[in-house]
């Protein structure tokens, strides 16, 4: 099985081609670039293309990350995945960023916990077995309420939000990296393993920080009113 990843979850804007069969990255591009991903991840769908010496209709799957994330980037990423779908006749999953995180920690007995830093005194987390297997639902938490299930959990810590959680824990020792980004052949793997089902939608976990001016939703209200 071939599959398509793409992730447009944070700074990277990312693509990869890969053979479920093998466990191999045919073709993988990466980009750090902050914002822009939707003048960008076509470009770098192509250049992965090109890496692989494949043609798009020879994929079977199409796997992206829905968030937690930048709202803007999740936005993008999804409605990519969802357009080559179909326009190629292929399935779409989704991959959380929390499990991709959690993926990609290396543990032996001891259960994870994927967080990531979503500012304002908050987290978004979710404890995952070492086999994957999610222990609790993915939820926007303060920072000690993150500290508290990861202790009921005597979970390890990553993500760009572990050195918070570990930091009130007084145990900086249980975080194993603060990444903020995933790795895009995890989110190949993952959406190989998943079943497709209903096509991929954004994970938000809670609204979004930018909001329109007061001003601009009256104006707007008035127009739509007439």
Known sequence: MIILALDSSASLCAAAFYDATNGTALGRVVEDIGRGHAERMMAVIEAARLEAGMALKEIDRIAVTIGPGSFTGIRVGVATARGLALALGRPSVGVTTLE????????????????????????????????????????????AGAADLAARHDACLIGSGSPLVASLMGQPERVISEAGTVEIVDVARIGAEKTASAPPAPLYLRSPDAKPQEAYLLARQERLAQ
């Open 100 to 143: 991709a995180l959690a993926a990609s920690a290396e543990t032996a007995n001891t259960a994870i916990m994927a967080v990531l830093d979503a500012r304002r005194d908050e987290v978004f987390a979710q404890v995952f077995a070492t086999d994957g297997t999610p222990l609790t639902d993915p939820a926007a938490l303060s920072v």
